[in-house]
């Protein structure tokens, strides 16, 4: 067990980004057809964006709190747990959720930190008081 590093925990990040982005798809075609098959402009659409914002942000924090993986971390044998090395909880998941939002706003900084700090922290892991562990797959 190891916390993981940047390129693996980036890898994960892909694969989750295209389940949320198949979800928005779904939810947008709800709100596509209660405007009667036309068109929608998102960013004028606030109910869309609440909509969006609240599938991600249950995508996340429900997997987190109830197996501790995404469909992505588990993809990359990524494990996501307290510095227990228990399953976070529901406040911890969602403060890991809006301090991953801060480590993209510059730029990504906060996710490239981890390649500075000593123990492979990132500043929503640190924030949030969880780290990304992998767990090699055992050989048969």
Excluded: C
Aim: glycine share 8%; charged share 15%.
């Amino acid at each position: 067990m190891q916390n993981t590093g940047l390129i693996r925990r980036l890898a994960a990040i892909v694969y989750d980004t295209l389940l949320n982005l198949a979800l928005w798809i779904i939810a947008a075609l709800v709100f596509i057809g209660f405007n009667r098959g036309e068109a929608i402009e998102t960013y004028q659409n606030l109910p869309l964006q609440v909509a969006l914002a609240t599938i991600s942000f249950a995508f996340f924090v429900g997997y987190w709190t109830r197996v501790g993986r995404t469909l992505g971390m588990q993809s990359w044998g990524l494990q996501l747990e307290t510095s227990e090395g228990q399953r976070p909880t529901l406040a911890s998941a969602s403060v890991r959720f809006f301090a991953a939002l801060l480590s993209w706003a510059p730029a990504g900084l906060g996710f490239l930190w981890q390649l500075w700090d000593k123990d492979k922290l990132t500043w929503h892991d640190r924030i949030s008081g969880t780290r990304l562990v992998y767990y090699p797959k055992e050989k048969k």
